[in-house]
C-alpha cells in the first residue's frame, strides 16, 4: 500500500460516489466519538448503556477505550441496510460519524491545512469538483480533541477505570450536545 495521497484544507477535488459500498461494506470498522455515539444512540431510540452494552464494540488500547461499529463477517458496517431493489443504504445516515460524512476525506491530525483523500474510493477524480467540506472538518477536529480530552481527564487524572470513564464521558457528552443541538450546530452536514 502507498502512501496516502494529501490534499490541503483550501483544495478542491473531483468525486461522486459510485455507490460501489467500499466504505461501509468491507471493513475495517468505523470508530466514532463519544459525540457520534451520543448522536446515533439518539437516533435509533436507545439509552447510552443500552447503546455500550449492545450497539458497539469497545476495544481497550493503553487503557484507552475505542468505540467501533460493529460489522458482520465480511466486515459490512451493521448499519449498512439492503433495500427490496438491491441497493444499499445507510440506516442511520442523519446521525452517521463523523468520519463517515467526510470521506473520502480523513482527518490524521487535529490542526493545520493538511488532510487526507482515500484513494481507494472510485469515485475520486470523476464527478463535479468540489471543496473540502471545511466546516465539518473543523468540528470533526473539535469534537475529536474534546472526545480525548475528556477521556484523558476521567481516565488520568480521575483515576477511572475506562468502561466507567467512557460511560461518564458519554453522558457529559450528552449534555454538552444538547445544548449545542438546540443551537443548531450540529447538524448533519454533508
Ligand atoms: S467507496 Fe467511494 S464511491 Fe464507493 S460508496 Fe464509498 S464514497 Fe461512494
Ligand atoms: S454508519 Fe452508515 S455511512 Fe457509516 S459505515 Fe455504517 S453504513 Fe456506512
Redesign the pocket.
Known amino acids: 500500500m502507498g502512501l496516502p495521497k494529501r490534499i490541503r484544507i483550501s483544495d478542491k477535488f473531483r468525486f461522486e460516489?459510485?455507490?460501489?459500498?467500499?466504505?461501509?461494506g468491507t471493513g475495517p470498522n468505523v470508530s466514532i466519538t463519544i459525540y457520534d455515539a451520543v448522536r446515533i444512540a439518539e437516533k435509533i431510540n436507545v439509552s447510552i448503556d443500552d447503546f455500550l452494552r449492545f450497539y458497539v464494540k469497545v476495544v481497550i488500547a493503553d487503557m484507552i477505550p475505542v468505540m467501533l461499529l460493529p460489522g458482520d463477517m465480511k466486515g459490512r458496517c451493521a448499519f449498512l441496510g439492503f433495500s427490496e431493489n438491491g441497493k444499499t443504504y445507510c440506516k442511520i445516515y442523519e446521525a452517521r460519524p463523523m468520519k463517515c460524512r467526510l470521506?473520502?476525506i480523513k482527518i490524521f491530525k487535529l490542526s493545520g491545512e493538511e488532510l487526507e483523500i482515500?484513494e481507494?474510493?472510485?469515485?475520486?477524480g470523476s464527478g463535479p469538483e468540489r471543496e473540502v467540506p471545511k466546516e465539518l472538518v473543523e468540528n470533526y477536529r473539535k469534537e475529536l480533541k474534546m472526545h480525548y480530552e475528556i477521556l484523558h481527564k476521567l481516565i488520568i487524572e480521575d483515576g477511572l477505570e475506562p468502561i466507567e470513564a467512557l460511560r461518564n464521558a458519554l453522558n457529559i457528552a450528552s449534555y454538552e450536545l444538547g445544548k449545542e443541538m438546540r443551537k443548531g450546530f450540529y447538524n448533519a452536514k454533508s
Do not use: K
Open positions: 460516489c459510485t455507490r460501489c459500498d467500499l466504505c461501509c470521506f473520502p482515500d481507494e474510493c472510485p469515485g475520486i
